[in-house]
């Protein structure tokens, strides 16, 4: 089972933190999430329910 998000868009008090994100991660594939800082890593990962447990909350 694929882990998938698809136009993917987080905003918080009109501030654009993701937008049309697309993204599949794939069981038993190692994956990363680069970019510059304040790009919006985390923010990615803790949109997703699945990977909560995983990130600590702020």
Not at 25 to 35: A, D
Request: charged share 15%; net charge positive; hydrophobic share 40%.
């Amino acid at each position: 089972m694929n882990l998938n998000a698809t136009d993917l868009c987080l905003t918080v008090d009109g501030v654009d933190h993701l937008r049309n994100v697309t993204a599949t991660f794939q069981p038993g594939r190692l994956h990363t999430v680069i970019g510059r800082t304040m790009a919006g890593k985390t923010t990615l990962l803790r949109s997703w329910p699945a990977c909560r447990k995983w990130i600590p909350a702020p």
